[in-house]
């Protein structure tokens, strides 16, 4: 309920916050390393350009994202992997990416949290369709319902229980994925980088697309650069295995992976 005075109102603080706050108090934990990666996304925003010229249908930018990450996730499965509460590593098989997808319901848009079950699994458009079917239906999962009940209890209970969750790997698989990609590049323009709370092993951050000179070829054309920020968990990744999942990350967004069977 809303109360209003001189100059000022009040208003309850919403219940996402306390997730959110919950959030940066469990990320305090964390020994994160972090990487700035600008990309060359010309290949790919062309080809989707095009396709949407030819046949009318706007691909999925974020989906396309969420493929690169679901296939270069696979090559080393420790950077999705989680400590259980006897100190062990558990290494999924299956890359399940936690992201944001805007929907639009009784005319207004906002976010709704989405996990891409086994995205390392799954083609492009597999990935798209579903991005595609939660956008249209918007329903939400039982998993949010019982969240949201969560968040009406006490703060120093939500937060034990957070606590004693994060060394349950597969109650966390299952609740927020094994990898996060928070693409905050599309609720604004031009170039930049996002640094996000660290929530999991491997979390990226995606930024803003800015069009600038660059080589292609051995010669200066305009390219577009896409900003991504790269959070991993220095406990579990060195600085080796991150820099060689960046490197094959980059290599998969540039070149326009898995667009090609669309």
């Known amino acids: 309920m809303t109360r209003r005075g001189p100059a000022h109102q009040v208003k309850p603080f919403p219940a996402v916050r306390r997730l959110v706050a919950d959030v940066g108090w469990m990320s305090r ?47 080393n499965k420790y ?18 990416i936690t992201t944001m997808i805007e929907v639009r319901q ?11 079950r086994a995205a390392n699994t799954k083609t492009f458009r597999q ?25 009406t209890l006490p703060g120093f209970v939500r937060r034990s229980f957070f606590l004693l969750m994060s060394r349950q790997p597969r109650m966390v698989k299952k609740v927020q994925g094994t990898v996060v990609l928070s693409a905050v590049g599309m609720f604004g323009s031009g170039g930049g980088w996002g640094l996000a709370l660290p929530s999991h092993t491997l979390g990226i951050t ?5 069009e600038k000179p660059g080589v292609h070829r051995g010669e200066i054309a305009i390219r577009e650069y896409l900003n991504v920020t790269l959070d991993f968990d220095h406990d579990i990744v060195d600085g080796a295995p991150a820099s060689r999942f960046a ?10 992976s898995g667009l090609q069977s669309v």
């Open 29 to 75: 934990r964390k020994n994160s390393v972090r990487g700035l990666l600008e990309i060359d996304v010309t290949v790919p925003r062309q080809f989707m350009r095009a396709h949407k010229e030819s046949t009318g249908e706007s691909l999925s930018f974020t989906s396309y994202l969420a493929y690169c990450t679901g296939h270069a996730v696979a090559a």
């Open 79 to 96: 950077l999705h992997a989680y400590r259980d509460w006897r100190g062990r590593l558990i290494l999924f098989d299956d890359v399940d």
């Open 106 to 116: 009784d005319g207004k848009e906002y976010p709704v949290g989405h996990i891409i």
């Open 127 to 151: 990935i798209h369709d579903e991005i595609r079917t939660v956008q249209a239906r918007a329903a939400v999962s039982d998993d949010v319902k019982r969240l949201n009940v969560l968040l």
């Open 206 to 210: 995606v930024g803003g697309i800015t």
């Open 247 to 256: 490197q094959r990350f980059r290599d998969l967004v540039e070149g326009g």
